[in-house]
């Protein structure tokens, strides 16, 4: 090999003696003694077709729009360690199905079982399943999938794997957290509120059977009262059986009972007045309902106990939590089945309205729904992913895990449709006018059916315990997205994961004291509305961006393939149209749209003020202005180099120089290039810290250095 003598190839080849740049310009890279030659990355140099050159600018790498110049000093060749799968400083699953089932409990949650069936119905029933199945291909699972590679392969929580990935984006990582942490401070009141209608369930009579007066008004109407009234040939009006005397005394009291406009449900009138206790509006919170307060204490307490040990318990936990609700499905769908009209049900939401399809909201709202029921932007699936061994199948689980989760809408839309057709049916209504949204539908709809079904308490029992596993799964991901962000910015924390875990806890159940109050049910519903809809779907638009046209989505691919293989050219090609083009149009569509069609939020008839409008404005922002304060901290970080400021973008856009999976960082770690094996980079370089932003595997498999 000209350029080097023998005994110089030698020194190099068994190191850590290296050649000097002019030594290296000189090699001839088309000769078998390169091949042989193990060299380590130098920055400064590219491989030609005659040797190496200097490498003063970006160089004209294709995949990417940042180019991906190699630190000045020697860095190790991170192919040279092994290939490990564990990162014990963190943790991994320990079972084969721990992540997988964890990854479902997460996707699958109260949306799935609720959300789903009321916007089939409200968007033409089953023509709404193609718009759903379609935004699902070209956004959901695109989303999904990206990613869980994404974090599989750093190993890290949101905030570590943006720091390392693209500096200049350090916050969206903060972002994606502060969406979870909202979002799991109210998640959790809503499985507060089922832990309060599952021991309130433990008795012979369920309480909302009747109309107590302690909670009920007289527009209370109790089926149960009102049949023993009419077996009695009474008749039942504002709670009271009035008996053929007594009913002379009230005139045009037949024409007054048989007028159903102003009939209350007693579920809904005890789950406002006896559980919420609910004031009249935002500005009137009133004071605390210990019963909630104790809820809340046991649903904190749950969660603190199964992540108090890391993925290791919560893992576990999942076994149970993610398949219990599959049972009790079954079980109601079979036993919905079989009530008196339940098929009026079944049909408003099977019978498709194909003029629906023309307009925009129902595609808005099934990219919406898709977007909610499979979590991205959140945080969650990066932090999942992240205690996954390296090589791994995330994308089987991602297929997995997407069709599971339409699956699983579909099956869900049935068991409802079928108990709001029984509901219609025993209201004597149009099943559109018998059918809310959200909580309503929770806790209102069905804990009224149930009282109409025999041995009441019992399926009151497996409802709520089912809501509880539902609400479970995705609480102990939102946390742990939380947690993870934190153990992976203070590393020193790790081994007392016990003491952060309860020290959130304990913070979440102070805030979620605000929830407890009378007005507590319209905090909620503000959160719910504004926390986690445009800074999740602008994150997520990000980060498409930047993963798929700064980093590249070739190179990213390829970093997929060193986790599960070799992939064909056209399973390649699909994934780099779908995240370059598919994802990032639905993207913009959704954020669009819901910009359009954005009205002041409503709590039923109750129409929030313009200062709580704004306070959700705020809420709404509060995730993307990390993005931009964490940019500007970067920069400014940066200026004390001297560069200017187009060249400090493009230096923190590109990932660190410890960029890559954990093992391979760790190798780094513990192969830190002394002083002396840098005493032949450029004097320039050693003067300031750009090379922190460097990454010596950016472009690993296009330049000459993956050949070696």
């Not at 992240?386 to 090589?391: C, D, E, G, V």
């Not at 503000?526 to 926390?531: C, K, Q, R, S, W």
Request: net charge neutral.
């Amino acid at each position: 090999m000209s350029g080097i003598s023998r005994e110089h190839r030698e020194s190099i080849s068994n190191g850590p003696l290296l050649p000097t740049i002019d030594e290296l310009k000189r090699i001839d890279t088309s000769t078998a003694e390169f091949q042989e030659l193990q060299l380590p990355r130098i920055d400064g140099l590219r491989r030609t077709d005659t040797g190496l050159s200097d490498l003063s600018s970006l160089n004209d790498d294709k995949a990417s729009n940042t180019g991906s110049a190699f630190p000045l000093y020697l860095a190790p060749d991170l192919d040279d360690f092994e290939t490990g799968d564990e990162e014990p400083d963190r943790g991994n699953w320990t079972g084969k199905f721990d992540f997988l089932l964890s990854l479902l409990g997460y996707s699958v949650g109260l949306g799935n079982v609720w959300r789903f069936p009321y916007l089939v119905y409200n968007n033409g029933g089953g023509a709404f399943l193609l718009p759903f199945i379609v935004m699902m291909l070209v956004a959901g699972l695109p989303l999904m999938f990206m990613e869980l590679a994404f974090g599989q392969y750093a190993s890290l929580g949101p905030i570590a794997i943006y720091e390392k990935f693209s500096p200049l984006f350090h916050g969206l990582g903060y972002g994606m957290v502060i969406i979870s942490s909202v979002v799991c401070l109210y998640y959790n009141m809503i499985i507060a509120w089922s832990l309060f209608y599952l021991f309130a369930s433990w008795s012979a009579i369920l309480p909302w059977e009747q109309c107590h007066p302690r909670w009920s008004t007289e527009n209370c109407y109790s089926f149960k009262d009102a049949d023993e009234c009419k077996d009695s040939n009474g008749t039942y009006f504002h709670r009271v059986c009035y008996n053929q005397s007594a009913a002379v005394f009230v005139p045009n009291l037949t024409a007054l009972a048989a007028d159903g406009s102003q009939r209350r449900l007693p579920a809904e009138q005890y789950f406002d007045n006896e559980v919420l206790g609910r004031s009249h509006g935002i500005d009137e919170m009133g004071e605390m309902k210990w019963q909630l307060v104790v809820s809340l204490f046991g649903a904190w307490f749950i969660v603190f106990l199964c992540l108090s040990k890391g993925v290791q318990t919560s893992g576990k936990v999942v076994y149970f939590t993610a398949l219990f609700p599959y049972l009790v499905l079954v079980i109601l769908f079979f036993r919905g089945i079989t009530l008196p009209g339940a098929m009026d049900g079944i049909k408003w939401y099977v019978i498709p309205d194909w003029s629906r399809l023309t307009t925009a909201k129902v595609w808005g709202d099934a990219a919406v729904q898709i977007f909610f029921a499979l979590s991205p932007a959140w945080g969650g699936l990066i932090t999942l992913s992240s205690y996954n061994k390296f090589h791994n199948n995330c994308y089987k689980d991602a297929l997995i895990v997407a069709v599971s989760n339409v699956l699983t809408s579909i099956f869900a839309g049935f068991v409802i449709f079928s108990v709001i057709g029984f509901l219609a049916h025993e209201l004597d209504k149009q099943v559109g006018d018998v059918i809310e949204q959200g909580a309503g539908l929770a806790f209102i709809v069905y804990p009224e059916v149930v009282t109409r079904l025999p041995i009441s308490p019992l399926w009151a029992f497996l409802f709520f315990f089912m809501l509880i596993t539902l609400g479970l799964d995705s609480q102990f991901a939102l946390l742990e997205t939380v947690v993870t962000a934190i153990l992976d910015r203070f590393p020193q924390l790790r081994n007392s994961k016990i003491w952060v875990v309860l020290c959130v806890s304990i913070f979440g159940f102070a805030f979620g004291l605000l929830f407890c109050c009378e007005g507590g049910v319209y905090i909620l519903q503000l959160m719910d509305t504004y926390a986690a809809s445009y800074s999740v779907i602008l994150i997520a638009l990000i980060e498409c961006i930047l993963i798929s046209w700064v980093y590249g989505a070739e190179r990213f691919l390829k970093d997929i393939e060193r986790m599960i293989g070799v992939q064909s050219k056209l399973w390649k090609w699909t994934w780099m149209f779908v995240w370059k083009f598919a994802c990032p149009s639905t993207l913009g569509f959704i954020l669009i749209f819901n910009w359009l069609e954005y009205e002041p939020i409503k709590y039923g008839v109750y129409v929030y003020p313009p200062w709580a409008n704004f306070l959700g404005w705020i809420l709404a922002l509060l995730p993307i202005t990390a993005i931009p304060i964490a940019a500007g901290y970067k920069l400014h970080k940066l200026r004390k180099t001297g560069q200017p400021l187009l060249r400090r973008i493009t230096l923190l856009l590109r990932p660190a120089i410890d960029w890559g999976p954990a093992h391979k960082r760790q190798a780094m770690n513990r192969r830190t290039p002394g002083p002396s094996e840098c005493s032949n980079a450029p004097s320039e370089m050693t003067k300031n810290s750009t090379s922190n932003f460097l990454n010596p595997a950016f472009s690993r498999v296009y330049s000459f250095e993956t050949q070696m």
